[in-house]
């Protein structure tokens, strides 16, 4: 039991019951701890089976799935306080005993009370059954929550979301526990905030939500502007710093969603929307008076009258003549009478209310129609009741409506105590327990005083609304100093006269309710009571074509010359039907606290929460619940939780319940003063008792822990090893199973393999039959996975294994196929600067196979495109790249070679540099550019078909001045001219087999070059100036 292990914790959280509080008489010790436990963000406390909720302003995570399935069908004591077991117990009840409840839902403005209320109907949504039909049903029931907050919540000073009408839900269950249908009662709007609202308070939240949520179309066919502070009835105490505003819109898209589930038709919501645009509208209608003495009033402004009766489908001079004129019947005569400016405000200011609260009352009858239960066939049903109703409220200034709410909750608080001391004495006679009188005070003196026939203040206000003459507010009083002037719990207050600073005059009288004393300013009682409307607004609407209109005003009020029932007297038969109802039910109670005026969270104000217990007259529910015993448990339940603390009890007690509980209580020693035995339960009358009882409970649970601990391993190794053991057993005979079919079908299948093989070999030469070509088949599968374990893996290699005579055709066709994946495999496995070598290669092959001698011995070497040694390298990078070649030149090949000079073939050394775009020849020891031939203009290569190493680069005619360039690079001439040709292109090479050779030398002279085959590789210049290129003969 969850509540009774936060015991031992109760220095730090208190405890979660405060019938179990030590100091139960001590207001502070209440109060301190209920500080200790909200602090804790535990806003949850027990009075017995009366719940407190403080109010934590901020979301805790309480309230999930997980939790609603924790207090479900759960005993209401086993765990900690919270709404969920209030709302479990009581719903458990209604099916089990079939017997009505109601849960009572009480507190000042911003405790919680509407919260709590939607916390109860979101349990039951949960606990019940989630066919289709059931959860439209539960859908309404949820979705009546933001239409009635829209309708009749705004904010005020105390609360962002305050209700300003007492609500009743009656939730209808089958026997089952399945809910039906419902029904709303509502009492007393307060509509005088629809044209008035105090200082940091606003109108009801539907007006603003109207103006954020609509769409423009919407907004201008209804003549509304989005900003507030363009109405009157909105503008009066305008705050725009308030963040309560921020999602408002979102607000009116679910309540307009609420309208779809509700089965609002399109032409009622657009109808609503234009009466509520009519009630704004109606503010900005504003009077003056003529000055012809007659003070008669006049509309200042046309327009937004013509726009109300286009809105309201009313006639618009019966309208506009109503705003301005009052029809007085007397007999037989009706004479018609002008209004002043002032009463002509009064006259709109009571139209827009009586529309106002018409409409939330047809509101209420339409979402109550579609919560009735329509299946009537359905035997039996209970009811479960939610009250949720304004709190006492105690103002700077109160009024009549103040004096109605504190009216409300003093018979609220009658009826709980009465009902308190009632379930008390009830289960002490169930018991048979003595019950002993309860001190507390009867306020049933302060409801006579104001609800009592003829001698209360309700009637004699009713008596001067109706006594001919002028009756107003100061009347009143006087008729109430008159006949309750000695009365002991109300009294005259005296003030002073605006007018007159001296004068003393009585304007306010005093009231000593049970919560404490208020002071009730008198002004305005008359006006609100008799609230009245003039007939002729009363018959301007009924001349209304609206939809919803047409039902407000039925014409059956224009023949009714009956004055009508006051409004406080209407407010005492409502209380009197609310009152028989709840007493008709099983009663449950939830008390709402705030714990501070700033709704801030963290913030517990010890003189704001104290007011609050003292007027909901917790101490005196304490009282009462303590006269007799502070705790009391049954007996089964009691003696198995503590039935370890004596030898007499544990492990098994034979004999009764209530036997052994005596057993604990004698093992203890407590004497009989301190609990008694009732026939079914055990009650102990002192917390301390109960204190001793729990700590050696809780000193003991450790070593029955340790003790459970130790069996149950043991049992429940035990059984994970008797478990383990049959299931090895079970899984070894079938595994042996197995393996013995699998076996036999293994041996049938090897033996039917080798009969196929051997009759197969058998007739391998004969025609196919089903024998032989499963056997040629193996062979050829034999055969080629030999063959991939034996494939050649170079190209090179020419092998290929031999094939048995049926596997011939497909190795003649698989051995060039596995040459060309050979190929392709070597391809594809080339980098690009290999293949560009290979490329070159294929060229020197296509170039000079056959044609040159020395291109045998070239093949082996593979190409490179640098052949300088170190010092020349470094001198290349360092100054060619640097100071010579320019930006978009890159060089191709460099290597050392011999020119032969076009005066006298004069041998001298140079660096050929081959660049993409000329051809260079630098000086091999200072790097100087000796030639710088572009490649473009280079008009061809010569070289011989021997084996020599020199060849001739041929310049255009018009740059004869130098001649041909006669060079000679050995042993890589092959690798040289291919790199140039590869450039310049293989048109330009030509390879001579010609002896004789002429190149052109300088100044345009003709030279010539012999090539001659010789013992060795030489070059000389003959005595005739031809220059000789002997190469060793192969």
């Known amino acids: 039991m969850e509540t009774l292990d936060n015991l031992h914790q109760r220095d730090k959280v208190g405890v979660d019951d405060f019938v179990l509080l030590e100091n139960f008489e001590d207001k502070d010790a209440f109060l301190e701890n209920l500080r200790k436990r909200y602090k804790e963000n535990i806003i949850y406390t027990y009075i017995g089976q009366v719940l407190i909720s403080v109010n934590p302003y901020k979301d805790l995570n309480i309230y999930n799935r997980n939790y609603i399935e924790s207090y479900q069908n759960v005993n209401f004591y086993e765990l900690a306080p919270h709404i969920f077991a209030i709302a479990d117990a009581s719903y458990r009840q209604m099916v089990?005993?079939?017997?009505?409840?109601?849960?009572?839902?009480?507190?000042?403005?911003?405790?919680?009370?509407?919260?709590?209320?939607?916390?109860?109907?979101?349990?039951?949504?949960?606990?019940?059954?989630?066919?289709?039909?059931?959860?439209?049903?539960?859908?309404?029931?949820?979705?009546?929550?933001?239409?009635?907050?829209?309708?009749?919540?705004?904010?005020?000073?105390?609360?962002?979301?305050?209700?300003?009408?007492?609500?009743?839900?009656?939730?209808?269950?089958?026997?089952?526990?399945?809910?039906?249908?419902?029904h709303i009662n509502v009492y007393l709007l307060e509509k005088s905030r629809v044209v008035f609202q105090s200082r940091n308070e606003r109108n009801f939240h539907i007006f603003y939500q109207v103006l954020k949520g609509l769409d423009e179309e919407t907004l201008l066919r209804l003549g509304l502007r989005r900003d507030p502070a363009d109405y009157f009835y909105l503008n009066q105490n305008l705050d725009t710093s308030d963040d309560y505003t921020a999602n408002e819109a979102e607000q009116f898209r679910v309540v307009r969603e609420a309208f779809r589930h509700f089965e609002f038709s399109e032409q009622e919501e657009f109808s609503m929307l234009s009466i509520i645009a009519s009630i704004l509208h109606l503010g900005t209608v504003g009077f003056y008076e003529e000055d012809d003495g007659d003070h008669q009033a006049v509309i200042s402004n046309l327009k937004p009258v013509n726009l109300i009766c286009q809105l309201l489908e009313c006639d618009p001079e019966m309208l506009k003549k109503a705003l301005t004129h009052r029809t007085i019947e007397a007999r037989d005569e009706s004479l018609p009478t002008g209004l002043n400016r002032e009463q002509a405000i009064y006259a709109r200011d009571a139209l827009a209310k009586a529309i106002y609260e018409r409409l939330f009352l047809w509101l209420v009858s339409k979402l109550n129609d579609s919560l009735k239960n329509k299946n009537k066939a359905k035997s039996g049903r209970n009811l479960m009741g939610l009250l949720d109703i304004y709190g006492f409220e105690i103002f700077e200034k109160n009024h009549f409506e103040q004096f109605c709410i504190n009216y409300c909750n003093e018979k609220l608080q009658q009826l709980f105590i009465e009902l308190t001391l009632k379930s008390e004495q009830?289960?002490?006679?169930?018991?048979?327990?003595?019950?002993?009188?309860?001190?507390?005070?009867?306020?049933?003196?302060?409801?006579?005083?104001?609800?009592?026939?003829?001698?209360?203040?309700?009637?004699?206000?009713?008596?001067?609304?109706?006594?001919?003459?002028?009756?107003?507010?100061?009347?009143?009083?006087?008729?109430?100093?008159?006949?309750?002037?000695?009365?002991?719990?109300?009294?005259?207050?005296?003030?002073?006269?605006?007018?007159?600073?001296?004068?003393?005059?009585?304007?306010?009288?005093?009231?000593?309710?049970?919560?404490?004393?208020?002071?009730?300013?008198?002004?305005?009682?008359?006006?609100?009571?008799?609230?009245?409307?003039?007939?002729?607004?009363?018959?301007?609407?009924?001349?209304?074509?609206?939809?919803?209109?047409?039902?407000?005003?039925?014409?059956?009020e224009l023949s009714?010359?009956?004055?009508?029932?006051?409004?406080?007297?209407?407010?005492?038969?409502?209380?009197?039907?609310?009152?028989?109802?709840?007493?008709?039910?099983?009663?449950?109670?939830?008390?709402?606290?705030?714990?501070?005026?700033?709704?801030?969270?963290?913030?517990?104000?010890?003189?704001?929460?104290?007011?609050?217990?003292?007027?909901?007259?917790?101490?005196?529910?304490?009282?009462?619940?303590?006269?007799?015993?502070?705790?009391?448990?049954?007996?089964?339940?009691?003696?198995?939780?503590?039935?370890?603390?004596?030898?007499?009890?544990?492990?098994?007690?034979?004999?009764?319940?209530?036997?052994?509980?005596?057993?604990?209580?004698?093992?203890?020693?407590?004497?009989?003063?301190?609990?008694?035995?009732?026939?079914?339960?055990?009650?102990?009358?002192?917390?301390?008792?109960?204190?001793?009882?729990?700590?050696?409970?809780?000193?003991?649970?450790?070593?029955?822990?340790?003790?459970?601990?130790?069996?149950y391993r043991g049992h429940r190794q035990r059984q994970i090893y008797l478990q383990i053991r049959h299931s090895t057993i079970l899984l070894q005979a079938q595994m042996r199973k197995v393996l013995a079919i699998?076996?036999?079908?293994?041996?049938?299948?090897?033996?039917?393999?080798?009969?196929?093989?051997?009759?197969?070999?058998?007739?391998?030469?004969?025609?196919?039959?089903?024998?032989?070509?499963?056997?040629?088949?193996?062979?050829?599968?034999?055969?080629?996975?030999?063959?991939?374990?034996?494939?050649?893996?170079?190209?090179?290699?020419?092998?290929?294994?031999?094939?048995?005579?049926?596997?011939?055709?497909?190795?003649?066709?698989?051995?060039?196929?596995?040459?060309?994946?050979?190929?392709?495999?070597?391809?594809?496995?080339l980098s690009p600067q290999r293949k560009e070598l290979l490329g070159e290669k294929l060229l020197a092959e296509e170039l000079f196979k056959g044609k040159k001698a020395s291109y045998q011995s070239s093949i082996a070497e593979p190409y490179a495109a640098n052949r300088l040694g170190q010092r020349d390298e470094e001198m290349r990078r360092n100054y060619f790249e640097l100071k010579i070649k320019r930006e978009n030149e890159k060089a191709q090949y460099c290597c050392l070679v011999n020119k032969y000079d076009r005066h006298g073939y004069k041998l001298r050394s140079r660096v050929l540099i081959l660049t993409n775009l000329k051809f260079y020849l630098l000086d091999d020891k200072k790097f100087t550019v000796k030639e710088a031939i572009p490649l473009s203009s280079i008009t061809g290569l010569l070289t011989s078909n021997k084996s020599d190493s020199v060849f001739i680069v041929q310049v255009p005619a018009e740059n004869k001045e130098k001649g041909d360039l006669i060079l000679e690079y050995s042993p890589r001439l092959i690798e040289l001219l291919t790199k140039i040709v590869k450039i310049i292109g293989k048109d330009k090479l030509v390879i001579s087999d010609s002896a004789n050779v002429e190149h052109t030398m300088a100044n345009g002279k003709r030279g010539?070059?012999?090539?001659?085959?010789?013992?060795?590789?030489?070059?000389?210049?003959?005595?005739?100036?031809?220059?000789?290129?002997?190469?060793?003969s192969a």
């Open 1008 to 1032: 010539q070059i012999c090539f001659a085959d010789g013992r060795s590789y030489e070059i000389v210049k003959r005595k005739d100036g031809i220059l000789q290129v002997s190469s060793a």
């Open 742 to 829: 699998r076996l036999l079908e293994k041996r049938k299948w090897a033996v039917q393999v080798v009969r196929n093989f051997v009759k197969g070999f058998m007739t391998r030469n004969d025609a196919p039959n089903k024998f032989n070509i499963w056997f040629l088949r193996q062979v050829k599968v034999e055969w080629l996975k030999k063959l991939s374990k034996k494939l050649p893996t170079s190209i090179l290699d020419n092998s290929w294994p031999p094939a048995p005579s049926s596997c011939r055709e497909a190795s003649m066709l698989l051995r060039p196929l596995h040459k060309q994946w050979l190929v392709r495999k070597y391809i594809f496995s």
């Open 560 to 711: 009714n010359l009956r004055r009508p029932t006051t409004t406080a007297t209407q407010f005492r038969h409502s209380l009197s039907n609310l009152m028989s109802l709840l007493k008709s039910k099983q009663p449950w109670y939830i008390r709402c606290i705030k714990p501070n005026e700033h709704q801030m969270a963290h913030s517990f104000d010890t003189r704001i929460v104290s007011h609050q217990v003292q007027y909901l007259g917790l101490m005196e529910n304490l009282r009462v619940r303590r006269a007799g015993f502070a705790y009391r448990r049954e007996y089964e339940q009691f003696l198995e939780r503590y039935k370890c603390l004596s030898p007499e009890t544990w492990p098994h007690y034979r004999g009764s319940a209530k036997r052994g509980v005596e057993e604990l209580m004698r093992h203890f020693g407590f004497g009989e003063a301190e609990y008694k035995l009732g026939l079914t339960k055990i009650f102990i009358r002192f917390p301390k008792t109960l204190f001793t009882i729990e700590d050696a409970f809780q000193k003991q649970k450790h070593a029955l822990a340790t003790m459970i601990q130790a069996l």
């Open 426 to 556: 009830e289960e002490y006679r169930r018991e048979q327990i003595e019950w002993e009188p309860v001190k507390y005070f009867n306020n049933q003196i302060i409801c006579d005083l104001i609800e009592q026939r003829h001698k209360g203040i309700i009637d004699f206000l009713d008596e001067e609304c109706l006594r001919p003459g002028e009756p107003n507010d100061f009347t009143f009083l006087a008729k109430l100093e008159e006949n309750l002037g000695q009365h002991s719990r109300m009294a005259l207050v005296k003030g002073l006269n605006n007018k007159n600073r001296n004068n003393a005059v009585t304007d306010q009288f005093k009231i000593s309710h049970y919560a404490g004393e208020v002071v009730y300013d008198v002004t305005g009682f008359i006006d609100k009571n008799n609230d009245l409307l003039f007939r002729d607004l009363k018959k301007a609407m009924c001349s209304s074509k609206s939809v919803i209109i047409s039902q407000l005003f039925h014409a059956d």
């Open 96 to 182: 089990d005993e079939c017997r009505d409840q109601c849960i009572l839902i009480s507190g000042e403005s911003g405790s919680g009370k509407t919260e709590a209320s939607k916390k109860i109907l979101q349990y039951l949504a949960e606990i019940s059954s989630h066919d289709s039909a059931i959860q439209h049903v539960k859908n309404k029931l949820l979705y009546s929550n933001p239409v009635l907050e829209a309708f009749g919540n705004s904010k005020t000073s105390r609360n962002n979301n305050s209700s300003r009408f007492g609500k009743y839900m009656d939730v209808e269950f089958d026997n089952l526990g399945t809910p039906t249908g419902g």
